[in-house]
């Protein structure tokens, strides 16, 4: 069905403009990026590239109306007004947050989104191969793998029994992925401590609870605002030479010691398949949802040696991508 309504499309425009080529149809679509200008570069332009791959060139025949949430959680439901309000084709919300306020906010603009880890529990599919509502796209899974991502980090410090857990306690998925991670912990022999943290205005309060309590390792969860602010916050990690995993490649990328996750850029390039079929007609409840099929485990050896952290062989061993 989406070739016949892509052909027909394709008709369409053709009868429009007698006696000329038939071209690609104009759009507008809104796009609310949850980070800053400057922690979405990468993401966007793998995302925008894809597009433009697919015939999409913004300022030709797509138009983009971006907002920035900052990494703040409460700036996405006033961005979301401001993009309904100009009307577009369609919304490309890739985060948690962007995706939930876009959802609460019109059951009938189509919403494409790229990292949300459990479309179908937050309410915005019925399921993974058949949406059925006005919002389609990519899973991450990331609350499954949260007892996986502990694993690793005890594997490569087996000595690690007392792990800080930085996770933002107003974030759902936040949530669901800490119980799960408090679950797998015992059977590994490690003690969780959960400790709060947000935006860089909590990082002292959150710092001060993390060194009472004396952990051998951390664990940080991805949230927007620590993406947004992934720099600062690893270095303060640094400064305590401890052990940490982090829930997306780019913080190894950027000095953090270690990760395990999908490629956010290959999601978001993924993401524009999406874009491009609605964009010719295609219903969103009709496209099914997809989960990364590759999940890769970076370790910066570098950060490893400049803060004196010996890393088990074995780990090192299996990792996907290391870092020198």
């Known amino acids: 069905m989406d070739g016949r309504r892509r052909f027909l499309v394709w008709v369409g425009a053709l009868l429009a403009a007698p006696g000329t080529a038939a ?37 030709q025949n797509l138009t983009v109306d971006v907002r920035y949430a900052d990494g703040k959680l409460e700036q996405h439901d006033v961005l979301a007004r401001e993009l309904i309000a100009l009307n577009p084709q369609l919304i490309y919300a890739p985060t948690q947050p962007g995706a939930d306020a876009m959802m609460r906010l019109t059951r009938s603009i189509p919403i494409v989104f790229a990292i949300v880890p459990d479309p179908v529990g937050s309410g915005f599919a019925a399921s993974l191969a058949r949406p059925g509502g006005n919002a389609t796209g990519l899973s991450t899974v990331n609350v499954a793998l949260g007892p996986k991502r502990l694993a690793l980090l005890k594997e490569a410090f087996p000595a690690a029994r007392r792990v800080a857990m930085l996770y933002q306690a107003e974030l759902d998925m936040n949530r669901r992925q800490a119980a799960e991670v408090e679950a797998a912990a015992q059977s590994i022999g490690v003690e969780v401590v959960r400790i709060g943290i947000g935006g860089p205005a909590t990082f002292d309060a959150a710092f001060g609870k993390l060194d009472a ?49 999908m490629s956010v850029p290959d999601q978001f390039r993924r993401a524009a398949g999406y874009v491009d079929r609605i964009l010719w007609g ?4 009709d496209l099914p949802i997809q989960q990364p099929t590759n999940f890769d485990l970076v370790i910066n050896m570098k950060t490893a040696q400049a803060q004196s952290l010996a890393v088990a062989p074995s780990i090192l061993l299996r990792a996907d991508r290391v870092i020198e």
């Open 23 to 59: 071209q690609q149809p104009r759009a507008r679509i809104g796009f609310l990026a949850t980070g800053t200008p400057a922690s979405s570069a990468t993401n966007r332009k793998a995302f925008f590239d894809a597009l433009r791959d697919k015939g999409w060139v913004e300022g």
């Open 213 to 261: 309590m004396q952990p051998e390792a951390i664990y940080v969860m991805e949230s927007p605002p620590l993406h947004t602010h992934r720099r600062s916050l690893i270095a303060r990690i640094a400064e305590r030479r401890l052990p940490a995993m982090y829930g997306m490649q780019v913080f190894a990328v950027d000095g953090g010691l270690m990760a395990y996750a």
């Open 282 to 285: 295609a219903k969103p409840g």
